[in-house]
């Protein structure tokens, strides 16, 4: 689905004992591009996948050029996303999410829990809480390509498995090539990555600054050739004193 560059606003949904649960309960090879979603103040709640855009993705479903922001996204159980609460053999690119993501396992600013997953490209600002397996990024990642994404989250907190891009990696490759704030709160300590394992620290004015995404995440903005995906040739913009925005808000 096309979203030409529309809005759905004051999205809420109060599904506590269901799975699948966002805007798009299930995506099964689909595609969602330029499409952006707003969630109420009284949020999106489900039982287990829930996320601002969609519960579920499988099998090589994308969600490009996209973001959800403002409101609560939460899961009573597992698989929380401020994106997609559980993709397993798709993609997200391209995408940002701003607000609250709450869950208890597996609870991440663009994807709770992924599985031969890619999430690129794409940055949150959300604040993240949660249990075990928690991350500004992704909760938990398996076999995946988490890269080149942007941790801006102020707050990710929890008790077991807490970092700033990635709660848990099964495979330490898929930590390649992300930054994260450096002021971030994880469960109540500011921890700086020097190394970059789990993003390397950046100021909260580098994000707003076209060079940090281009010298360093390799983003797209106009002029740049990514027909590979289909989408044309740019992705974001960066307004002053602002973090990127997707070239058609």
Known sequence: MNGNGHTISNLWINRPNDCDIGLFGFIKGGRIEKLGVKIADSGVIGQCNVGGIAGRITDLGKIILSYSKRGVIQAKSGNTGGIVGYANGGFVLYSY??????????????????????????????????????????????????????????????????????????????TLNNFALNTMMVSGTVIDDVGGLDGAGKKVDEFKLKATYLNGLDWYFGGRNIVIIGIGDKAWVIPANSYPKLYWE
Request: proline residues 1%; negative net charge.
């Open 97 to 174: 999410s701003e607000g609250n993501v709450i869950g208890t396992t597996d609870v991440g600013g663009i994807v709770g829990r992924v599985n031969a997953d890619q999430i690129s490209y794409s940055y949150s600002t959300a604040s993240i809480n949660g249990y075990d397996y928690v991350g500004g990024i992704a909760g938990f990642a398996k076999q995946s390509a988490v890269t080149n994404n942007a941790a801006i989250n102020p707050l990710v907190d929890g008790s077991f498995d807490v970092n700033r891009v990635i709660g848990y990696d099964t495979n330490a490759l898929t």
